[in-house]
């Protein structure tokens, strides 16, 4: 169980929160609660791929394994959420309201949750969380609008470094997706042994690692150049 000033040590490092005085904290969690949730290491997700996303959460200690599988079930990504974090923030509002990745432990793990409505009745009339905030939401689409370009004038080896960093685009650490190499061939639109050169080169560089029907990111800031 932490203390007060643990829980405020706490709160002064998570995102979004990040500037905000210990009076403004203090109100916040009088009126809000701001309490510290906790959950051991487990094998089933804490968040599952399309649950509603019905609160803004902080994971404020440990670790999560984020894992998406893709709408037409052809690949399944694996990343490291390292606290602090926010989880999905952007799909607290908009018109498809569901996490689109599950989150399990793979240690004990702190997080904080707090309801969309206190988010506007509450966090939102502090003008530090709302500039945080909207910073955070710009950023956010800004890498996703870089990653959108047309792949018809790259090589295919940077085609299959494009479609890498789409998947893992907010991820730092390692990562892995699972994907068969005609699947990955059609998404790029190249030959089977093509995209299979490619692979292997990229391999010898040591920007991934292959594995049946798995691909090994050691490091996801190799695959952003």
């Given at each position: 169980?932490?203390?007060?000033?643990?829980?405020?040590?706490?709160?002064?490092?998570?995102?979004?929160?990040?500037?905000?005085?210990?009076?403004?904290?203090?109100?916040?969690?009088?009126?809000?609660?701001?309490?510290?949730?906790?959950?051991?290491?487990?094998?089933?997700?804490?968040?599952?791929?399309?649950?509603?996303?019905?609160?803004?959460?902080?994971?404020?200690?440990?670790?999560?394994?984020r894992e998406y599988q893709s709408d037409d079930g052809l690949f399944i990504?694996?990343?490291?959420?390292?606290?602090?974090?926010?989880?999905?923030?952007?799909?607290?509002?908009?018109?498809?309201?569901?996490?689109?990745?599950?989150?399990?432990?793979?240690?004990?793990v702190s997080y904080i949750t707090v309801k969309k409505k206190d988010v506007?009745?509450?966090?939102?009339?502090?003008?530090?969380?709302?500039?945080?905030?909207?910073?955070?939401?710009?950023?956010?689409?800004?890498?996703?609008?870089?990653?959108?370009?047309?792949?018809?004038?790259?090589?295919?080896?940077?085609?299959?470094?494009?479609?890498?960093?789409?998947?893992?685009?907010?991820?730092?650490?390692?990562?892995?997706?699972?994907?068969?190499?005609?699947?990955?061939?059609?998404?790029?639109?190249?030959?089977?042994?093509?995209?299979?050169?490619?692979?292997?080169?990229?391999?010898?560089?040591?920007?991934?690692?292959?594995?049946?029907?798995?691909?090994?990111?050691?490091?996801v800031k190799l695959v952003r150049g």
């Amino acid at each position: 169980m932490i203390t007060l000033t643990q829980k405020y040590e706490l709160l002064t490092k998570l995102p979004l929160l990040q500037g905000l005085s210990g009076k403004e904290l203090a109100h916040l969690e009088s009126v809000i609660g701001l309490e510290v949730n906790e959950a051991p290491s487990m094998r089933r997700p804490l968040i599952c791929q399309n649950d509603p996303c019905t609160h803004l959460i902080f994971l404020a200690t440990g670790t999560l394994i984020r894992e998406y599988q893709s709408d037409d079930g052809l690949f399944i990504t694996k990343s490291i959420i390292q606290a602090p974090a926010l989880l999905e923030p952007y799909n607290l509002y908009g018109l498809d309201c569901n996490f689109r990745c599950s989150y399990t432990p793979l240690q004990n793990v702190s997080y904080i949750t707090v309801k969309k409505k206190d988010v506007m009745q509450h966090l939102m009339k502090a003008e530090i969380f709302r500039i945080n905030y909207f910073n955070l939401l710009s950023a956010i689409i800004h890498k996703k609008d870089a990653l959108l370009q047309p792949m018809r004038n790259l090589t295919v080896n940077q085609k299959i470094l494009t479609f890498l960093q789409r998947q893992f685009a907010d991820c730092e650490g390692q990562g892995e997706i699972a994907i068969k190499m005609t699947d990955l061939a059609d998404y790029i639109g190249e030959t089977r042994l093509n995209t299979s050169r490619a692979l292997n080169q990229l391999e010898k560089e040591h920007i991934i690692e292959l594995k049946r029907s798995l691909i090994v990111i050691p490091e996801v800031k190799l695959v952003r150049g």
